[in-house]
């Protein structure tokens, strides 16, 4: 099946969606003159169907439902490269993550394996305050339906501490999960 791209200016439900992208990402995308910097020092654009370039100008053309269904955002390690290299200051990794929030809110997600890891890492960072790689492979497994996979590498990653049976709970858990709570509360807003 053939992609058909929408030519014509953003609607006003795309131009509202993007106001509020660029206000959550803290960005503003109009200041992206395409130089290519970010896309070019990124260390996983080799993969990406759109580099991040391409996903700023896809959302300067007001085809935010591409942006959303972009694989790109969920394969972005936000690794900050982008922005850092951006000489007009344009936030690109907060952007990335801005655009995940909101193809999870709208149910686009490219992956559902990304999303359960994501949501594993996130409720083993709630509870014991620290990743704890043991458990989000567990949980990200039977989630998955994948039981066994990776399990030869288990035993000599514990044998040389690389991973642990149980977790480690740090002090402070409770401001940990207040965090969490408040971030909860700013979605719902």
């Not at 609607?11 to 509202?16: K, S």
């Not at 409720?123 to 620290?130: A, E, H, I, P």
């Amino acid at each position: 099946m053939q992609k058909v791209a929408r030519i014509g200016p953003p609607t006003e439900e795309e131009n509202r969606l993007l106001s509020q992208l660029e206000k959550e990402a803290g960005t503003d995308i109009k200041l992206c003159y395409q130089c290519g910097k970010c896309s070019a020092g990124c260390p996983v654009g080799f993969a990406m169907d759109y580099t991040p370039r391409q996903v700023i100008r896809l959302l300067q053309l007001g085809l935010v439902d591409e942006a959303l269904s972009a694989e790109s955002i969920w394969l972005c390690a936000t690794c900050e490269t982008c922005s850092e290299r951006c000489p007009r200051g344009v936030d690109i990794a907060s952007l990335m993550d801005t655009l995940r929030r909101e193809a999870l809110r709208r149910g686009k997600i490219t992956d559902k394996k990304v999303a359960l890891f994501n949501k594993a890492f996130l409720d083993t960072v709630k509870k014991y305050g620290r990743s704890y790689e043991t458990g989000i492979l567990l949980y990200h497994n039977l989630a998955t339906r994948q039981l066994f996979k990776d399990a030869e590498l288990g035993l000599p990653m514990m044998k040389r501490g690389k991973v642990h049976p149980f977790p480690e709970k740090i002090k402070g858990r409770d401001k940990i999960q207040q965090i969490f709570k408040r971030a909860e509360e700013i979605g719902r807003e």
